[in-house]
């Protein structure tokens, strides 16, 4: 049982490259979201969405691209990596979004952008 | 606008009890969670509370007065494996999503002495 996984665990990267982490869910959960961790801000929702095909933006969108073709996956591109965007980045499901809903977190992607 | 305050960290002895505190001001409240995050690891849900009063876990509880803006986490027999940090998060309607995404504080940083 899986759960939820991430890949990379760990990446380095240089200012104005393409980066895509990957996020992938083993319970058909309908939700999904990217959040990114920073000292001093705690998690902040990127993206999330809601089945295969319907995205939408979160608190800090900027730089990020996402897509959901599949119900079990939800990459996220970095599309020309900043130093600012280095930060822990977690990927979370939840079957639904009912109120006592909770989400399921991934294990973490750490991305340095050089 | 939409806040979330907890005290960045704190200390507490192996055995004792801690309480730890979130104070939230939010558009369009719709519900409480408490996660714990270890060092290096995902956030993992602890408690969900959206009507006034205490929910118990074992040896922990959570506890919500809406009217106040206000909720407190509270670990008894602390054991040296409750160091981690404590994140606060409310499920706010006017943050998007169907019942509203969840808004994060900053987390509490508890460390355990023996």
């Known amino acids: 049982d899986a759960g939820i996984t991430q890949s990379p665990r760990y990446k380095i990267t240089e200012t104005g490259r393409q980066v895509t982490l990957m996020c992938h869910q083993t319970w058909s959960h309908s939700y999904m979201f990217w959040y990114r961790q920073d000292l001093g801000h705690g998690l902040r929702l990127i993206y999330y969405s809601a089945a295969a095909d319907i995205t939408d933006k979160g608190e800090v969108p900027d730089g990020y691209v996402v897509s959901r073709s599949k119900t079990e996956n939800f990459p996220l591109t970095l599309e020309s990596a900043t130093r600012s965007q280095t930060s822990v980045y977690f990927c979370?499901?939840?079957?639904?979004?009912?109120?006592?809903?909770?989400?399921?977190f991934g294990p973490g992607t750490r991305l340095l952008v050089l | 606008g939409q806040n979330i305050d907890q005290p960045t960290e704190m200390t507490a002895t192996e055995g004792a009890i801690v309480q730890i505190n979130c104070t939230y001001q939010?558009?369009?409240?719709?519900?409480l969670f408490w996660y714990q995050q270890h060092a290096g690891e995902a956030p993992t849900f602890l408690s969900y509370n959206v009507l006034d009063g205490l929910e118990e876990k074992g040896r922990f509880s959570s506890f919500l007065s809406r009217s106040k803006g206000y909720s407190y986490l509270l670990l008894k027999e602390l054991q040296m494996k409750d160091s981690a940090s404590y994140l606060c998060a409310v499920r706010d309607w006017g943050y998007g999503g169907s019942q509203g995404n969840l808004i994060f504080g900053k987390g509490t940083k508890l460390s355990v002495k023996p």
């Open positions: 979370a499901s939840s079957e639904s979004l009912t109120i006592q809903e909770t989400q399921y």
């Open positions: 939010t558009s369009g409240f719709n519900g």
